[in-house]
Nanobody, 113 residues
């Protein structure tokens, strides 16, 4: 098991919501910029959202207004709240620090129409 563990994925209908969780055991996430990434079948991994150490956030254009990245420093976790999900959001989602460490197993999100 790597330093980061993702959870919260699942199967959801289009228009539904999921909250992904990125937990760290050996890394203090509040000291790092953290990003969420996704990889759909047959596609390259892409950055979806990022949160800087100071809290500034950035998003992939296609998820702006639907996804929200946040962190809970007390729990040493970073979240990705995903609302109004679309079938094209289907992918395995990963979190990683910036700069990156070893990738975790990811959590699968499937959005059905």
């Amino acid at each position: 098991q790597g330093p980061l563990v993702e959870s919260g994925g699942g199967l959801v209908l289009a228009g539904g919501s999921l909250r992904l969780v990125c937990a760290a055991s050996a890394i203090i996430l509040r000291d790092k910029a953290v990003g969420w990434y996704r990889q759909a079948p047959g596609s390259q991994r892409e950055a979806v959202a990022a949160i800087a150490r100071g809290g500034t956030t950035n998003y992939l254009n296609s998820v702006k207004g639907r996804f929200t990245i946040s962190r809970d420093t007390a729990k040493n976790t970073v979240y990705l709240q995903m609302n109004s999900l679309k079938p094209e959001d289907t992918a395995v989602y990963y979190c990683n620090t910036i700069p990156k460490v070893n990738w975790g197993q990811g959590t699968r999100v499937t959005v059905s129409s």
